[in-house]
């Protein structure tokens, strides 16, 4: 019993103050969540540049660009590279965590960096030498009616994300949002906490393959499932050393937030979604073995 409470009290001393700066990160983000951007060039800049706009957009803390993205392709609006680069670019809720770490911003900045660039060399890989004769449907070309009833069903569905909530004012959607996440961030550090305690901490590095080329490989598998929690325990690992930068690096980049779910839902071709989370893993496995590399050589 002593022990679970020593775990507990560990966990909250390397937690609460990441409080404040993680309300803070939600309000930022909820900002720009809820400003009216009610306008076509974000759609027509997908078409006509590309991954080069799709791994900018991606880059934003808004897990709705992931789905709009799958969205748009489903329709046949942008291309795979296009919509590979958001995927990659897509951080789900790892600059909230980080932001909340002041201790890891320079690290939050290199990612960022890297995801961005590796978003748009990849989906314009992609693009031009793998798929280069991608036929899509140009939103010119489509009637003007249907374009406005298909931009409000595309904001209806990014809004129904589960893990926002535009229904409440700003501050209160910021709270809970801060809640939820820090109630995971919180218990994944008494778990690692725990087990550290149980088994050692150099039992669980060799668990979790820590120092070895495969933790990229795998964390890029792990970055697969659709949730929040799986970005949190990334971070968290990161943040204890146990998970290396290039493994982060690898999780992130599969991690594409709702997006392959909404692919399955719209009912994508099932080769189309394994080609595709194919591609993403070996980039993904790729970029963090070559992360670790170069962190080995600075």
């Known amino acids: 019993m002593n022990f679970l409470i020593d ?42 540049y590309g991954p080069l706009v799709g791994a900018l957009i991606g880059l934003i803390p ?3 660009f992931s789905i709009l993205a799958a969205m748009l392709f489903v329709q046949g609006n942008i291309t795979l590279g296009t919509l590979a680069a958001v995927f990659i670019a897509t951080s789900d809720e790892a600059i909230p965590i980080l932001l909340a ?5 320079s690290s939050l ?19 031009r030498i793998m798929f280069p004769h991608q036929k899509i449907l140009r939103f010119e070309d489509m009637p003007e009616e249907e374009d406005e009833e298909q931009y409000e069903e595309d904001e209806q569905a990014a809004s129904s994300c589960p893990c926002c909530y535009p229904q409440y004012p700003m501050w ?6 801060t809640v939820k996440i820090f109630i995971f961030v919180f218990l994944t550090t008494v778990a690692f ?28 598998l792990f970055g697969f499932i659709p949730n929040c929690a799986a970005t949190v325990i990334l971070c968290q690992l990161f ?7 290039g493994s982060l690096l690898a999780g992130l980049i599969t991690n594409a937030g709702l997006g392959f779910l909404v692919l399955f839902q719209y009912g994508e071709k099932k080769s189309t979604i394994g080609k595709l989370a ?7 496995s790729l970029s963090g073995l070559g992360a670790m590399w170069i962190t080995t050589l600075i």
């Not at 770490?101 to 911003?105: H, N, Q, R, T, Y």
């Not at 209160?172 to 949002?177: T, V, W």
């Not at 943040?239 to 930068?245: D, E, I, P, T």
């Not at 194919?278 to 993904?284: M, T």
């Open 109 to 127: 900045l290199i990612l960022l960096a890297c995801k961005f660039c590796i978003g748009i060399a990849g989906g314009f890989f992609i693009d």
């Open 193 to 220: 906490n725990m087990l550290i305690g149980w088994i050692g901490e150099q039992t669980l590095s060799k668990f979790l393959l820590t120092g070895t080329v495969f933790q990229p490989l795998l964390a890029a």
């Open 7 to 48: 775990c507990i009290l560990d966990a909250w001393h390397d937690t609460w103050l990441m409080l404040p700066l993680l309300y803070a990160a939600y309000l930022i983000i909820e900002y720009f969540e809820r400003k009216d951007s009610k306008d076509d060039k974000l759609f027509f800049g997908l078409q006509k």
């Open 62 to 64: 808004q897990c709705g």
């Open 172 to 177: 209160i959607s910021a709270l809970l949002r």
């Open 239 to 245: 943040a204890l050393g146990q998970l290396s930068f």
């Open 278 to 284: 194919l591609i993403l893993w070996i980039i993904a």
């Open 101 to 105: 770490e002041p201790s890891l911003f």
